[in-house]
T-cell receptor, first 112, second 113 residues
Framework: ETGVTQTPRHLVMGMTNKKSLKCEQHLGHNAMYWYKQSAKKPLELMFVYSLEERVENNSVPSRFSPECPNSSHLFLHLHTLQPEDSALYLC???????????FGPGTRLTVL | GENVEQHPSTLSVQEGDSAVIKCTYSDSASNYFPWYKQELGKRPQLIIDIRSNVGEKKDQRIAVTLNKTAKHFSLHITETQPEDSAVYFCAASNPRAGTALIFGKGTTLSVSS
């Protein structure tokens, strides 16, 4: 499937590193999302962008910084993460908020 | 904001049996209720959805029912097969308000042959 792509697929980083996750959607959607998936909280909404504006930020620590330069691309910038941030990070897109969301394959992040 | 509760968290059935997963939601303005299936190591994918103007929707072996008065909806899988084994997530949203889908915590379904 190529509708929503994410890179990298796997990432291992130290607590002092800075890295970025990238998401790209080829579906012509105008809303994009970041989710964190872990055993404790299976699908935890982090950020919502609609028409390139951030419309939701669910009390996410500032060490996670999203960026949406256009309606097709979404980034998640990471810095000084903690081991408990290790999880699968899923990107999704939809045509306007609240409708069917299409997910990317995710980035498996491990923080050492 | 919206809150979605999902039960049970795990469900084990024999091949051929039926499986039912139930969800409740809190925001009476929600009117879109999708169900996603996530197989091991794969991304969540939509399997069926229902909007508040109907009470039931079927697609082959799967069906979803909605009770707006009680604010709950359910997924029914009949004649289960081993390939139905996965994690199932319910969700709710109000598309007119442009709010994101709010997901339940998931149900791990295991179908044994």
């Amino acid at each position: 499937e190529t509708g929503v792509t994410q890179t990298p697929r796997h990432l291992v980083m130290g607590m002092t590193n800075k890295k970025s996750l990238k998401c790209e959607q080829h579906l012509g959607h105008n809303a994009m999302y970041w989710y964190k998936q872990s055993a404790k909280k299976p699908l935890e909404l982090m950020f919502v962008y609609s028409l390139e504006e951030r419309v939701e930020n669910n009390s996410v620590p500032s060490r996670f910084s999203p960026e949406c330069p256009n309606s097709s691309h979404l980034f998640l910038h990471l810095h000084t993460l903690q081991p408990e941030d290790s999880a699968l990070y899923l990107c999704a897109s939809s045509q306007e908020g609240g409708n069917e969301q299409f997910f990317g394959p995710g980035t498996r992040l491990t923080v050492l | 904001g919206e809150n979605v509760e999902q039960h049970p968290s795990t469900l084990s059935v024999q091949e051929g049996d039926s499986a039912v997963i139930k969800c409740t939601y809190s925001d009476s303005a929600s009117n879109y209720f999708p169900w996603y299936k996530q197989e091991l190591g794969k991304r969540p994918q939509l399997i069926i959805d229902i909007r508040s103007n109907v009470g039931e929707k079927k697609d082959q072996r799967i069906a979803v029912t909605l009770n707006k008065t009680a604010k709950h909806f359910s997924l029914h899988i009949t004649e289960t097969q081993p390939e139905d084994s996965a994690v199932y997530f319910c969700a709710a949203s109000n598309p007119r308000a442009g709010t994101a889908l709010i997901f339940g915590k998931g149900t791990t379904l295991s179908v044994s042959s």
